[in-house]
């Protein structure tokens, strides 16, 4: 044998020509003779060293039998952390009250929680301690003619054991010392499972018990990207340079290495497909649930509870975003009587719209919409046990949306939604329409529908339940802009007589922000409305008297027409209520208030008449009277304080007669028999 004419290849490069003595020399470095193999002229191939070599291994490097094995080692590390999860629920109750009184049964059950919870975390890392000593065992049996490879049997996995660095699993696959097929098929199988269940982990790690909490989300979302990410860059670079390792040695031997390439375009393929998953979902969401957590959700308004009607009812307006749920809860540990609440919002956040639906349906109140609720809001609206809308009032449904979720992800958010409807009672058609509408838009559908699909449990004119449906801002002066643009006689009012509107406004203002009724709060603000027209019909125009005088007499014949009683009690004022002016034309109405704005423009001083005047004009009205059947026992039955109600009939044609005849007469003469009416009143 001739000096000098050997060849040793050490798994990433090669070396030589060299001499017997030389390679055995250069073995003593290597724990594994195994991962190096020879060639010299004669050979038809590269082999082993361990083959025609005998080498001492060296002192002072790592004897695998003798190390710790992985599964006793991590067993003790899921100790560790079941300890600080179990101490964490106790001390900050991170994830909500896990821990009951410690007294009888409940003591049971606490100990019972506190080994299930360490149980769990020791079997998962017993687990994977298992996974990474029968990876390590395979590693040290592998041979540098594994068969495992993509392509010949003849190239080694393994590199010598280096006692100056790192040479767990996690590090020599970093480095790419394992078979491209060991780094491709093995690493990835398993790898891709070990990441499932830490993934799964961390999602029950930060499960809170508290329903929604952007915290939570935000540091699941954070955990698990960063697991993806490390994996994914770890699993890229060892395969590689485990596949560029093949291809070297493929090149000594004058071969070529085509499975190698197909790895680097496959694993190149997939981190390009997981940085396109990061860019489009990950990084959208990480940004949004920070905005949530940190910045309190600044796309969506913020929210306002107030109680009302004396504590038995409460509001809640603007946006739905976290704390919500938890600041309600306390207003119903301050006010337990709250039977009713008022919804009044665009939308929210679903997951903080379920917790607080859970709070209501716990407490069994009844939902109600004065003006509107969309999206989130009706999520939180089906939860009433009752479910009533103000007549005009909208709901409004559709798909859910958040940044970077999939279409899957968001399919199953619809179907959270759409299980909580169906368990409301909902009718299943209603939903799917409802939630198949897409997110950029609104389905809005009409009162009659939601009631024959069991949404609604009835449509109210708002009166039986207190004032609502303004925003959280509502000032005095919002207010009075919002009810005076569709008012053209406050507007008249406040343009000629200040001091009287700012009284109107006040009263409105003040009942509503007391918490009292529609009903309650219109009654008061017609009343002191009342009181500033009375001394101004006195005083406004003739030709608006004798329109005031017609207006009465339709009012008074429509009233009839439907009920002599409602007839009487409108044109008397006896035990009249609020609700019988709802029983008029709109039309009748809406000249009403024509009437009195043009009374307030034009009123002004007028000049007395003499009461022979007054008295001749009475003569001839009680004429015309007379000539259209009523006599003077109808017309006694106009100023009695008392009628029977089998005379209403006739009270009603009385009275109805009385203003049409007077309207009738000259504008002159019916303004000053109007003007002694309205001041008898």
Request: with cysteine; charged share 20%.
């Amino acid at each position: 044998m001739t000096a000098g004419e050997w060849y040793v290849f050490d798994g990433a490069s090669q070396h030589g020509p060299m001499s017997h003595a030389d390679v055995v020399r250069f073995l003593k470095d290597f724990a594994d003779r195994d991962a190096v193999s020879v060639w010299r002229p004669g050979l038809d191939d590269w082999k082993p060293a361990s083959y025609l070599f005998e080498v001492a291994a060296p002192a002072g490097l790592v004897n695998p039998a003798q190390e710790i094995s992985c599964k006793r080692r991590y067993s003790l590390y899921g100790l560790y952390l079941g300890l600080s999860v179990v101490l964490s629920d106790y001390l900050f109750e991170w994830r909500g009250r896990k821990f009951r009184p410690w007294t009888g049964t409940d003591a049971a059950e606490n100990i019972g929680y506190i080994f299930g919870v360490i149980a769990v975390w020791v079997l998962l890392a017993f687990f994977i301690g298992a996974v990474v000593d029968f990876a390590r065992g395979r590693s040290r049996r592998k041979s540098v003619l594994d068969p495992s490879t993509f392509e010949e049997p003849e190239f080694s996995p393994a590199i010598p054991l280096d006692p100056n660095r790192r040479n767990n699993f996690i590090a020599r696959y970093w480095r790419g010392e394992y078979s491209l097929g060991i780094s491709y098929w093995w690493f990835g199988f398993v790898g891709s499972i070990a990441v499932g269940i830490l993934i799964a982990g961390i999602v029950a790690l930060f499960q809170t018990g508290r329903g929604y909490d952007p915290y939570a989300i935000f540091g699941t979302l954070v955990c698990v990207w960063l697991v993806v990410v490390l994996f994914t860059v770890w699993q890229v670079t060892g395969v590689w340079r485990s596949a560029n390792r093949l291809i070297a040695h493929r090149r000594t031997v004058g071969k070529r290495a085509v499975w190698a390439t197909v790895a680097k375009v496959v694993i190149v393929l997939g981190f390009l497909s997981s940085l396109s998953a990061f860019v489009s979902s990950g990084w959208p969401q990480l940004i949004e649930t920070s905005r949530m957590a940190f910045l309190g959700d600044p796309g969506i308004p913020a929210y306002s509870i107030r109680v009302m009607r004396n504590g038995t009812e409460a509001e809640i307006t603007g946006g739905f975003k976290y704390g919500l749920s938890d600041d309600f809860s306390k207003i119903l540990k301050a006010s337990r009587q709250i039977k009713v609440v008022h919804l009044h919002s665009t939308g929210g956040r679903v997951g903080e719209a379920i917790k607080l639906g859970d709070v209501l349906r716990a407490q069994g109140v009844d939902t109600y919409v004065a003006l509107g609720c969309y999206s989130a809001c009706t999520v939180a609206f089906a939860a009433g046990r009752n479910r009533f809308i103000r007549k005009g009032a909208v709901l409004g449904f559709h798909a859910p949306a958040f940044p970077g979720m999939s279409a899957s992800e968001l399919q199953d958010a619809a179907e959270e939604q759409k299980q909580i409807f169906i368990k409301a009672g909902f009718n299943r058609g209603f939903v799917d329409k409802a939630l198949s509408t897409p997110s950029s838009g609104m389905w809005k559908p009409p009162a009659e529908v939601m009631a024959s699909a069991n949404v609604i449990t009835g449509v109210s004119n708002g009166k039986e339940f207190a004032l609502s449906g303004f925003g959280a801002d509502m000032s005095q002066d919002r207010l009075a802009e919002m009810i005076t643009t569709g008012l053209p006689l406050l507007r008249a009012i406040k343009e000629k007589f200040p001091k009287e509107y700012d009284g109107v406004i006040s009263t409105y203002y003040g009942d509503y922000v007391a918490g009292k009724t529609e009903a309650d709060t219109i009654v008061n603000a017609r009343a002191r409305l009342a009181s500033i027209l009375s001394p101004l019909q006195l005083l406004a125009d003739d030709a608006v008297l004798v329109d005031m005088g017609a207006v009465f007499a339709d009012q008074y014949a429509a009233l009839g027409a439907k009920s002599p009683a409602l007839c009487y009690k409108f044109a008397s004022g006896v035990g009249a209520d609020s609700n019988i002016a709802e029983n008029l034309p709109a039309a009748l109405v809406d000249r009403e208030n024509e009437i009195n704005r043009r009374v307030v423009e034009t009123a002004k001083k007028r000049q007395d008449v003499s009461a022979t005047i007054v008295g001749e004009l009475w003569g001839k009205l009680g004429a015309e009277m007379a000539a259209k059947g009523i006599g003077d026992d109808q017309l006694k039955l106009l100023t009695s304080g008392s009628v029977d109600p089998s005379k209403y009939r006739e009270y009603c044609q009385a009275s109805t007669t009385f203003y049409r005849e007077i309207a009738r007469l000259p504008p002159s003469e019916a303004a000053i028999l109007m003007r002694s009416v309205l001041a008898q009143k």
